[in-house]
């Protein structure tokens, strides 16, 4: 049964509207990615912040550098090896040292070193050093979201 003119344009039209709507949620759905890919990472660098402080303080920077959401610490313990001396010149009387390190989001490293600056020069016997370390790479999502303190984030998905 042969088609008349109408008939055919009109289904012509019809498929042309249904490609054109495909292909605008085909882009919708993949296209989409395409830019998310260009986009620059999100992902934050870590460094690895390292103090030196007196024993007897090393809970006490532990706690304050919590408030820098650094969520994960390990605690070394030591002993100067300086003379008596040479310590008495330094401003370090106490030899029992430890050394706290935490790994830090790269944005948040230098207003945890000024506050541990602060802590240095007004807490009573606090006095310490600290350094940060940029760290390469991380091997592992979870270890990474860990380290971040992306926990919160990744919940939130859920």
């Known amino acids: 049964m042969p088609e008349n003119k109408a008939d055919h344009k009109r289904k ?13 949620r085909w882009r919708e759905r993949f296209g989409g990615r395409q830019k998310e890919a260009e986009k620059p990472s999100a992902l934050k660098k870590l460094k690895l912040l ?74 009573r016997g606090g006095k310490g050093i600290a350094y940060t370390v940029p760290l390469s790479s991380v091997v592992g999502v979870a270890i990474y979201s860990f380290l971040c303190n992306n926990r919160m984030k990744r919940e939130e998905k859920k």
Do not use: C, P, W
């Not at 012509?12 to 605008?24: F, P």
């Not at 303080?57 to 090896?81: C, P, V």
């Open 12 to 24: 012509e039209s019809t498929g042309k509207k249904l490609r054109a709507a495909v292909k605008g």
């Open 50 to 123: 390292i103090a030196v402080v007196n024993r007897r303080k090393g809970e006490f920077y532990a706690d304050f550098l919590q408030s820098f959401e650094i969520n994960m610490q390990l605690f070394a313990h030591g002993e100067g090896t300086a003379s008596s001396e040479m310590r008495h010149m330094l401003g370090l009387e106490d030899e029992e040292k430890v050394v706290l390190f935490g790994f830090v989001r790269e944005d948040r490293a230098d207003a945890a070193l000024d506050g541990l600056e602060e802590k240095f020069r007004t807490v």
